[in-house]
Nanobody, 119 residues
Framework: VQLQASGGGLVQAGGSLRLSCAAS????????MAWYRQAPGKQRELVAA???????NYADSVKGRFTISRDNAKNTLHLQMNSLKPEDTAVYYC??????????????WGQGTQVTVSS
């Protein structure tokens, strides 16, 4: 299973970005999908997660500003980020819990996409 993230970039505070993550390969099933981020000198943290059925969970720091969504038919994950703040600057990683036809569930990570918010 391969994950390709896109949509990062440089934006001014108050602006918006939309991240996308496409899963490909010999996928049998994808369960939970999530976005994590890691700022310089900090640990990787969960930003938002979504179950296969669409139940969402957000970090307190992004509630009301970010929206996670997924398309199960296309195996894609999105993160709409509005009202961005300089403290949102980080490398954003997509993460999925997926299984191949004959394999167990496993956590897969994308390569990361840089989001930089200038003040």
């Amino acid at each position: 299973v391969q994950l390709q993230a896109s949509g990062g970039g440089l934006v001014q505070a108050g602006g918006s970005l939309r991240l996308s993550c496409a899963a490909s390969g010999n996928i049998f099933r994808i369960n939970a999908m999530a976005w994590y981020r890691q700022a310089p000198g900090k640990q990787r943290e969960l930003v938002a997660a979504i179950t296969r059925g669409g139940v969402t969970n957000y970090a307190d720091s992004v509630k009301g500003r970010f929206t996670i969504s997924r398309d199960n038919a296309k195996n894609t994950l999105h993160l709409q980020m509005n009202s961005l703040k300089p403290e949102d600057t980080a490398v954003y990683y997509c993460n999925v819990e997926a299984a191949t036809p004959m394999g167990p569930l496993y956590n897969y990570w994308g390569q990361g996409t840089q989001v930089t918010v200038s003040s």
